[in-house]
């Protein structure tokens, strides 16, 4: 069965501190996807990134940065610099699909809540 | 602007009433999906519709009622059969399987049941 782990519930940092979000999964497909998803105070889920399990190239994108490791089963998320806007709960999800379909699984973590103060 | 809209925002019932969440997207998305988010908790799918007149369930749909006689409108109705109806819910869509994509979603309604 296809799992999500996301260990931390709570993180609280100062803004301009550097926090890496955890994120560890089981399944045992060979082909999967895995996703993080940002929900800020409003409630709506921002999609971030999904990446398949063919591509273990890390990747970065300002100040958001992913760390893919099938070897520990983990796709971390790193936030530097972080500042106050960057204050939400994420969420890392995995499916075997890269698309969203109901027929395809789509499992969730239950989310690390980010608080950066000022 | 395209998106999806929920409503209302807050919504509060008593308990052994039905009640109805409206989801309407403008996005041409023939998918459409409802979650539901407890505190803590990552989402569970309740159901889902790939196309107008179609729906599936999720993997917690009892309880709960859908319908989709128009692309845009996926209403889902909290039945009184639901035991534990105070959550939130989450409405999403996206474009038709088989395509590399993400889903959108829309801002959630919060559900008190009292």
């Known amino acids: 069965a296809q799992k999500v782990t996301q260990a931390q519930t709570e993180i609280s940092v100062v803004e301009k501190e550097d926090v890496t979000l955890d994120c560890v999964y089981e399944?045992?497909?060979?082909?999967?996807?895995l996703f993080w998803y940002k929900q800020p105070p409003s409630g709506e889920l921002v999609f971030l990134i999904r990446r398949n399990s063919f591509d273990e190239q890390n990747e970065i994108s300002g100040r958001y940065s992913w760390n893919f490791q099938k070897s520990t089963s983990s796709f971390n998320f790193t936030i530097t610099a972080s500042q106050v806007v960057d204050s939400a709960v994420y969420f890392c999800?995995?499916?075997?699909?890269?698309?969203?379909?109901?027929?395809?699984?789509?499992?969730f973590g239950k989310g690390t809540k980010l608080t950066v103060n000022p | 602007d395209g998106g999806i809209t929920q409503s209302p925002k807050y919504l509060f019932r008593k308990e052994g009433q039905n009640v109805t969440l409206s989801c309407e997207q403008n996005?041409?998305?023939?998918?459409m999906y409802w979650y539901r988010q407890d505190p803590g908790q990552g989402l569970r799918l309740i159901y889902y519709s790939q196309i107008v007149n179609d729906f599936q369930k999720g993997d917690i749909a009892e309880g709960y009622s859908v319908s989709r006689e128009k692309k845009e409108s996926f209403p889902l109705t909290v039945t009184s059969a639901q035991k534990n109806p105070t959550a939130f819910y989450l409405c999403?869509?996206?474009?038709?399987?088989?395509?590399?994509?993400?889903?959108?979603f829309g801002q959630g309604t919060r559900l008190t049941v009292v």
């Open positions: 996005l041409n998305h023939d998918a």
């Open positions: 999800a995995l499916s075997d699909s890269p698309h969203w379909g109901g027929s395809e699984k789509l499992v």
């Open positions: 999403a869509s996206s474009i038709e399987e088989g395509r590399n994509t993400e889903a959108f």
């Open positions: 399944t045992r497909d060979t082909t999967y996807y």
